[in-house]
């Protein structure tokens, strides 16, 4: 049994390797050779009057590995500028954060790796996003407007620029001194220029690719701001209101995650961004989760697996307005990309060895 910890993961990871792994695991799906279950989420009233706890794990199989994803956290929804929400998370105190990957040989069942999730978790959707732009962008694009500073914009923009031939990117996120930084890290990174700019009209006006990477819950995006032939990439859904999506010619989701359950005492859809989620607490414990406004109608969306099987088109001209939800797959995600990392610091013999029989007993469970 390997500990892999964040260090580790970034060693042995790179978005090249990152994408193509996920793109095989994905075409497994198809192939019925790969399976996930979608996220569930549990949320239990915590310590702190205005959040909640929340824990909730992913799992799926692929290339003969199993992962399970599990997150344990308190969320709180604070109120910003304009009327904008967002979620913020933690988990014991602000700053730290519990995120694991177990991973086992789907093959004898073995414990083979546990792992933290944070440099993983990014690297995974980064890589859907370079996959939903293999799949759907022009060729030619070249100029990416980025919404958002924060670690997922930074593997977003790495990935774009694996796929694509990027020159330019324009940033706005509302930190002046966080967009500054991504700026600065990114061109390095990359060697292209990155400018910081006032708006997030700015950044999407002209873009080929707009990336929206923000932790607000509520859309950031406006209908007129949408070009011909640009290619649209959400980390979340609620950014996309239903207006914007209207004027999406192509549209495709990574994947399906709702949970088919009815309403219940215990089951709400209403919350977790709509997905649905287990809820425990009194009506004034709950009145501080916010209710997910009515979401993208997303049952008629093809899914990934459409396209690269011919089920669903994709791009047919340029000057379609495309667009590419990275929600999706999450299962085989982990156990696609954490079956690459495991094997790569075997290896490399990086990580901490723990003794297997811990993780095991002979009492019948």
């Not at 702190?48 to 994803?69: I, K, L």
């Not at 070249?142 to 990027?166: C, D, Q, W």
């Not at 901490?352 to 811990?358: G, K």
């Amino acid at each position: 049994m390997l500990m892999i910890n964040n260090q580790v993961v970034a060693q042995v990871l790179d978005m090249r390797a990152c994408i193509e792994v996920q793109e095989a695991a994905f075409a497994a799906l198809a192939q019925r050779k790969a399976i996930y279950r979608p996220r569930i989420d549990t949320y239990v009233p915590c310590d702190r009057p205005d959040g909640y706890y929340r824990f909730g794990t992913v799992e799926g199989a692929s290339g003969g590995y199993y992962a399970v994803r599990l997150k344990s956290d308190i969320v709180h929804f604070p109120l910003g500028p304009g009327g904008s929400q967002s979620e913020n998370k933690y988990c014991i105190e602000p700053g730290t954060f519990c995120g694991l990957v177990f991973l086992y040989s789907s093959g004898n069942g073995e414990p083979l790796a546990l792992m933290n999730d944070g440099h993983l978790q990014h690297m995974r959707v980064g890589a859907a996003a370079g996959i939903g732009t293999r799949l759907l962008a022009r060729e030619d694009s070249s100029t990416v407007g980025m919404l958002g500073s924060g670690g997922m914009a930074r593997t977003f923009l790495e990935a774009y620029a694996v796929v694509r031939k990027i020159r330019q990117v324009k940033v706005y996120s509302r930190n002046p001194e966080n967009r500054r930084r991504y700026s600065e890290d990114m061109s390095r990174l990359l060697d292209v220029e990155v400018i910081p700019v006032d708006s997030a009209r700015e950044a999407v006006r002209g873009a080929d690719i707009l990336s929206t990477c923000t932790d607000s819950i509520l859309p950031i995006v406006e209908p007129d701001w949408l070009e011909p032939g640009m290619h649209v990439v959400s980390l979340k859904s609620q950014e996309i209101s239903s207006a914007a999506a209207a004027r999406f010619d192509v549209k495709v989701q990574q994947g399906n995650e709702e949970i088919d359950l009815p309403e219940s005492e215990t089951f709400r859809r209403d919350v977790s961004a709509g997905r649905g989620a287990f809820v425990l607490g009194t009506d004034e414990q709950l009145s501080v989760l916010p209710r997910a406004r009515k979401g993208l109608e997303l049952k008629e969306w093809p899914v990934y697996t459409d396209v690269i099987t011919g089920k669903a088109p994709g791009r047919t001209s340029r000057d379609q307005i495309t667009h590419y939800r990275t929600i999706g797959n999450w299962g085989v995600q982990f156990s696609s990309v954490g079956g690459l990392v495991y094997e790569r610091a075997k290896a490399a013999r990086l990580g901490r060895e723990l003794p297997t029989e811990w993780f095991l007993q002979d009492i019948r469970n």
